[in-house]
């Protein structure tokens, strides 16, 4: 590129200062087309810029075009992030403030009706009630003002129910009043907040809603339901710690513990990486097609008569809990359907109960687990047929789980016998998970010597397995069955 003389250098230079000298003296402080003194100035001092740039003395200066003044302040430019204590919100919690909540909540609501949520559901573009970390007392429950709202979030904060908050209530309640065709809420998000009921109701209910996330809460002291998810479906609930009482394990009053942790009362979701440290039922599920994965759950202890994960949906299980913690508690499933439980610890004599209700199993694989039990003689999976024995099984798999002073049970089962005889009888009966059911049969027999005696398996019934021979001979007998095998 060309570069300028010093003489035409400050030739310009002085050009440009009479030229702008001799346009200020002229201008006074008025506006001229909306443009201000000052933003002039700022005009000049560009053009006289882009004029002595030394590398480009050929170029045309820009047509001078004013800056935009600021806009006016207009509801469309509002951000959609409502803080609570400009409600009024006290967030020292010494002080009732559920009407300052609402407020927000309301004003969140009012938002823009665009996006690509479900139809008839409104899309408030990302609104977000911010507690702004505090604690907030309310004495009713937390509703959204109308059913048919999305893409919105609480977060941020403590919210405690009042002495007098209904006893019967939610603090955050995702329900309506009357029937709708479609989903009450889509895409609302509770995130980061501590939810105390004060032994005044439950934490958060979710209803006929989709896609909703309860994410980084800490949910104690409900009398009734931590979590309530009724209806709809994809609920997630992740990274949450729930319990009625704030203990570590081991409380004394531990026999005391009622209510339940989550109750799935819905289909699809999903509960990941959640802690269940009091209550008298972790988890309650009568919806299908849920998955449960890194759950721990150390609420009230079975042996005082709680359980860790209720599967109370007899006939359509459809339910998968895979890497997860049963401490001292335990997994009870009513005639189990389509269940999957794998990879999981069982500590303190927990176990895995199959309870019939009609007599039925299907498709259930319990498999890859480990338990740690006190030598009490407790069996890893037991069956419960108070009501009556199971008698529809097929497809059911129990295998590949690794025992500690507890009692091995599973559906398939090897054993080695030697000996010098004609008969020789493999006992399963304290192996095999059903009582009178092998239904298939491998055995070898390895005769030592040079002689080829005729032998058979001459019965397999109540879980042990007889092969004799028609001559006596010394030989080696390895028998494995199979109480899985589909019919």
Not at 49 to 58: E, L, W
Not at 344 to 361: H, P, R, T, W, Y
Request: glycine share 10%; aromatic share 8%.
């Amino acid at each position: 590129m060309a570069t300028m003389s010093p003489m035409l250098f400050i030739f310009l230079e002085i050009t440009c200062f009479f030229v702008a000298h001799a346009y200020v003296e002229n201008m006074s402080l008025r506006t001229l087309s909306g443009v201000t003194h000052e933003e002039a100035l700022l005009g000049l001092k560009a053009f006289k810029a882009s004029i002595t740039r030394r590398d480009s003395i050929t170029s045309t200066p820009p047509s001078y075009s004013p800056t935009p003044s600021p806009l006016p302040p207009q509801d469309l430019k509002k951000p959609h992030v409502y803080l609570v204590t400009s409600y009024g919100a006290d967030p020292t919690g010494n002080s009732d403030s559920t009407e300052a909540l609402l407020a927000a909540i309301e004003d969140a609501a009012k938002g823009p009706n665009e996006g690509f949520l479900m139809q008839d559901i409104k899309d408030l573009g990302g609104a977000q009630v911010h507690l702004e970390g505090g604690k907030y007392l309310i004495s009713k429950p937390l509703q959204l003002p109308q059913p048919g709202i999305g893409n919105f979030m609480i977060h941020g904060g403590t919210i405690r129910a009042s002495n007098n908050f209904p006893s019967d209530g939610y603090l955050i309640d995702l329900s309506t009043t009357g029937e709708r065709n479609s989903y009450n809420y889509e895409y609302i998000t509770l995130k980061d907040l501590l939810l105390d009921s004060n032994f005044r109701g439950g934490g958060i209910s979710v209803k006929n809603s989709l896609r909703i996330n309860i994410d980084n809460c800490y949910i104690a002291h409900f009398t009734n339901t931590g979590i309530l998810v009724q209806g709809g479906h994809e609920t997630f609930i992740r990274n949450c710690f729930l319990g009625q009482h704030i203990t570590a394990g081991g409380d004394k009053h531990e026999r005391n513990f009622s209510g339940t942790g989550i109750s799935l009362q819905g289909n699809d979701n999903a509960i990941t990486d959640v802690v269940i440290f009091s209550a008298a039922i972790g988890i309650m599920v009568t919806g299908q097609a849920n998955t449960i994965s890194g759950v721990h759950c150390y609420n009230k202890a079975s042996g005082f008569g709680g359980t860790g994960i209720y599967l109370k949906l007899p006939g359509l299980t459809q339910t998968r809990i895979v890497n997860s913690y049963m401490d001292y508690t335990n997994i009870v499933a009513e005639d189990p359907v389509q269940l999957h439980i794998s990879s999981s610890f069982f500590l303190g004599d927990a176990n895995i109960v199959l309870k019939s209700v009609k007599g039925i199993v299907n498709g259930l694989n319990i498999v890859d687990n480990m338990f740690s039990g006190l030598n009490h003689g407790v069996d890893v999976v037991k069956l419960d047929q108070s009501n009556g024995p199971f008698n529809q099984i097929d497809q059911v798999f129990v295998a590949r789980n690794v025992v500690k002073g507890m009692n091995l049970k599973a559906t398939v089962a090897k054993m080695t016998m030697q000996g010098n005889g004609t008969s020789w009888t493999a006992d399963f009966s304290k192996l095999l998970l059903f009582p009178n059911l092998i239904k298939h049969v491998v055995y070898t027999l390895i005769v030592n010597g040079s002689t080829f005696p005729n032998h058979a398996l001459r019965n397999a019934s109540h879980n042990r397995v007889v092969i004799e021979a028609n001559e006596a001979v010394t030989a080696n007998v390895f028998v494995a069955v199979d109480q899985s095998i589909a019919s």
